[in-house]
């Protein structure tokens, strides 16, 4: 009896001695979630998306790399309507100077590669298992599919955009642009060329505002593309395309339920999408930034950061100069280095007040400008809709239609100077004034670069109060090679189909 | 004489995590308030073990009632299926996953030697010199990593993991100081500088990469010497190395007198800048001054040969008599003297090739000598 006991207790013992760390036997990960159960309900799916969404504004590996907001200042810097002020730090310097996308080493063209790729394998993994999700009503199903379509179309329009040379309408358009994306593939895959990616990203908006037309309306943060952000993709893609027709037949029904905000909410400091014209945006939560960098520790007028204190971001003067003095736009500009109740510039969060290093010059703005002066954080504008009254107005004038133009973006400009007489229009000039328009509306919000290569315009800083100096460059020949991203190394190295780099 | 060998086979699976075979999601990458997540790791399910092939025979003499030995080691260490992060085409969503990374085998021959050339009763001499060759070999990569660089080396099948693949760095341009490198097409090349019969070029974008020599030696080893008389003992222990190259970074920095920007302006200087390019005709290794680091290209100009010598240390110990022990209540006394890297030849002073594998010397600090005296109670 006793020794049966004593036999027992050993075994016992040598059972619990034996057994494995319990952690041993848990076949999946305590952190992180099987792709399995993505498809387990519509929620899950929901989650993924969202992740999606973040991806347009989270940090990748390196402080210039805050998504899609970090693509944007690259694209202004690109341009001539942004004159940097000191040589400041070295973020975004490479792109001012023109060097960063020529190189197929540099951090940026892997960065941009990375991101929109990266957005397009969780876009097209989900796309081939939504329809398998249990318990979905089509209409769910439908709408998160519109969703998921318009961002694959968006992915593969900067992508075209980067690194294939322009579109140019009733031409072939079989230059390469980069790998098109409409299935999940750990394979390489080669390039397409543009023709056929514009077809696809064509084909999947018109899916998308399909879709999308039975969404139910977004809450008072629009990070989610609706069916109206849809058609301002699609404007944005057919004004690209040079395709009139449908540029100003989009914009116009993506502006449709939005109102122009008011010469007060202009002044705000954009950073607060419950703006009554903001179609689209990231809602940037103050523990979603990461310790250095984010949109607005760049291009904000207030946060105290070592980017904004040397480097005050200045608007070209000549672009300055061609508003009307009653224009509100002129006024996120300071014309007296002296004004700091108007212009107090980048606040010393401890004190509250004007910070004393900071660098101080005339045309630095105040467009950007963050609720709290100590966090870095705010909501970014991916679109509004003053950019389709610009669409639509452009538009029209490439069709010949100019007093229609003028009727269109008459609209905007005197609900931005509203002592504006629109006599004083001049219908023979109307295609300057609304490539005004758009630089001074779209200032700072990420579209010069592209707008000049769509437009297949050299790049001309001078009399801009742009300097060889800071910006390396003073001018830059429209078309040729250097309109073009470089496809980074790391991709051609691990894939076969791509050979070749961008000249 | 004895005749022994070994074989065996060794398994390895650290990748850092049991679920390398699935696709996994990450949470917290919230839109706004609303929850996220994003896709974080591409699985593979086809992911095997690393294994290593380790294989030795040896074949160890005696004579004399074992005043002479020697020991000859043939070794191989083959490395399959090894478990490496390989990058992925980016368009995958991303950039990496865990994969067999390919094979490696290294292989060499260690002779040992021992003798007691002299022994008495009250004194002993005893030595024992090592000597080791080793190769490395790469026997299959992955497609992406075929001809890879890798810093200051090029993963190259058939070559070894520790081969240079660098610039040829010729000379300095009698005429204006500049590098020049030999090109890869002497015809075309642009940046074309001729001196006497040869083409060169002063621009690394047309220079040409060479396998510049290996950092692994040709052989290396030990010696270490005892003697004992009566109570006292010395022992003396000597490293050396022949062959293999150091890329010497630490000397390539001090080529340099920094940038004009206000961290790096003036930096201090090896002396081996006095004797650079100053006037048109000087010849000389050594560039001109300049603020430009692309002086400094990585080339051959900076690998050093890594033969040394090091007396690692010296040891000399007094044994307190028996008697004396016995009266005081102890088991054990000793008394010594030890000295550690007494000195290093190597072919560039301050250089000390023992201090890396790779062959790239950085940031290196010189070993102190150490001097301990030293009593040792045993109660």
Known sequence: ?503 | MKLRGSYGEVGNDRTGSYFTYMNLYTLGYDNGSEPGMIFTQLGNDKLQWETNYNADVAIEVSAFKNRVGATVEAFRRQSKNLLFDINMPITSGVLTRDDNFGSMRNEGIELQLNGVPLKTKSFSWNIVFNATTLRNKIVSLPDSYVGRQNGTKRYNVGRSLYDYYLYDFVMVNPNDGTNLYLPVDKATTANRVIVGADTLTSSTANAQYYFAGSAIPDFFGSINNTFTYKNWSLQALVIYQIGGYTYDNDYQSLMFRGSTSATSNGRAMHKDMLTRWQKPGDISTVNKVDISASYLSQSDRWLTSSNYLNLRTVALTYSFPKKMIARLKLTNAKAYVNGENLFITSKRKGLDPTQTYTGSASYTYAPSRIVSFGLNLTL
């Open chain 1, 1 to 503: 009896m006793n020794k049966k006991f004593l036999y027992i207790v050993f075994a016992l013992l040598l059972i619990s001695l034996g057994s494995c760390k319990k952690s041993y036997l848990d076949t999946t990960p305590s952190d992180q979630i099987k792709s399995e159960k993505i498809f387990d309900n519509i929620n899950n799916v929901r989650v993924n998306l969202n992740g999606v969404y973040r991806m347009l504004y989270m940090q990748y590996s390196g402080q210039e790399e805050d998504g899609q907001a970090s693509m944007m200042i690259v694209f202004d810097f690109l341009g001539e309507d942004i004159v940097h002020t000191a040589t400041g730090t070295s973020y975004f310097r490479g792109s001012y100077r023109w060097a960063d996308h020529r190189s197929e080493t540099n951090a940026l063209p892997l960065f941009a590669y990375r991101m929109y790729y990266r957005i397009l394998a969780n876009v097209n993994i989900l796309l081939a298992g939504i329809d398998t999700v249990p318990n979905a009503t089509p209409t769910e199903i439908n709408n998160v599919r519109g969703e998921l379509l318009a961002l694959r179309a968006f992915s593969h329009f900067m992508l075209v955009q980067l690194f294939g040379q322009r579109f140019q309408k009733g031409e072939a358009n079989d230059q390469l642009g980069a790998p098109l994306m409409t299935f999940y593939s750990e394979a390489p895959q080669p390039r397409a060329t543009v023709a056929k990616m514009y077809e696809s990203i064509n084909e999947d908006l018109n899916k998308a505002i399909g879709l999308l037309a039975s969404a139910p309306a977004r809450g008072i943060y629009r990070t989610h593309i609706d069916k109206s952000v849809a058609h301002g993709l699609k404007a944005r893609v057919a004004l690209t395309q040079q395709d009139w027709t449908l540029a100003i037949l989009h914009a116009k029904e993506a502006r449709a339920a939005y109102t122009l905000m008011s010469n007060s909410a202009y002044l705000d400091g954009f950073t607060d999408m419950k703006n009554s014209e903001w179609m689209w945006g990231a809602h940037q939560l103050t523990e979603q930034l990461p310790t250095y960098g984010s949109f607005y520790a760049y291009m904000s007028s207030n946060f105290n950061s070592a980017h904004t204190r040397p480097n005050p971001k200045l608007i070209n003067v000549l672009l300055y100069n061609s508003l009307t003095l009653t224009d509100v736009r002129r006024r996120l500009f300071c014309d007296d280095v002296n004004d700091f109740v108007n212009f107090p510039g980048v606040i010393n969060a401890s004190t509250g007040q004007p910070e004393p290093q900071q660098v101080r010059r005339r045309l630095m703005h105040k467009k950007f400008v963050v609720a709290d002066p100590a966090v870095s954080g705010g909501d970014i504008p991916f679109m509004r809709a003053a950019e389709m009254y610009l669409i639509e107005a452009e538009a029209l004038v490439e069709d010949g239609r100019l007093q229609e133009a003028l009727d269109v973006i008459k609209v905007l400009a005197m609900n931005r100077d509203t002592s504006l007489d629109p006599v004083n229009i001049d219908i023979n000039d109307i295609k300057s004034y609304i490539d005004v328009q758009r630089r001074i509306e779209l200032w700072g919000e990420g579209f010069r670069f592209l707008d000049l290569k769509r437009k297949n315009q050299e790049l001309d800083r001078s009399g801009t109060g742009a300097t060889t100096e800071l910006g390396q460059y003073l001018t830059r020949a429209a078309g040729g090679i250097w309109w073009q991203f470089k496809i980074p190394r790391r991709e051609i190295q691990a894939n076969p189909f791509i050979n070749e780099n961008n000249p």
